[in-house]
Nanobody, 121 residues
Framework: QVQLVESGGGLVQAGGSLRLSCVASGRIASVNVMGWYRQAPGKQRELVAEITRGGNTIADSVKGRFTISRDNAKNAVYLQMNTLKPEDTAVYYC????????????????WGQGTQVTVSS
């Protein structure tokens, strides 16, 4: 089975930093895309950043503050979050577009369970 294990969330003061980690495990043949989404209470889930071997995408709201990186050997993606603001408070979800090999070969999106990030004023 495929698992996405997230870590690094927590409570931080405005202006502080956190680093989120997501590691995918399973019979992974290919990591096509890995990235981060977030969802605040009562709001729609939104893309924060995602990365492939060919490039990355980052939301305008976090440009200049957040950096996404990837470790292909570990099937991991990281989100360095600096200069955090209260509006960054949300549950952050790891998303991975993976190709899995087993009885059949399947490519689909997988989601982590989410990690809470709370930024106080």
């Amino acid at each position: 089975q495929v698992q996405l294990v997230e870590s690094g969330g927590g409570l931080v003061q405005a202006g502080g930093s956190l680093r989120l980690s997501c590691v995918a495990s399973g019979r992974i043949a290919s990591v096509n895309v890995m990235g981060w989404y977030r969802q605040a209470p009562g709001k729609q889930r939104e893309l924060v950043a995602e990365i492939t071997r060919g490039g990355n995408t980052i939301a305008d709201s976090v440009k200049g503050r957040f950096t996404i990186s990837r470790d292909n050997a570990k099937n991991a993606v990281y989100l360095q979050m600096n200069t955090l603001k209260p509006e960054d408070t949300a549950v952050y979800y790891c998303k991975a577009d993976l190709t899995i090999v087993g009885i059949t070969t399947t490519r689909r999106d997988y989601w982590g369970q989410g990690t809470q990030v709370t930024v106080s004023s």
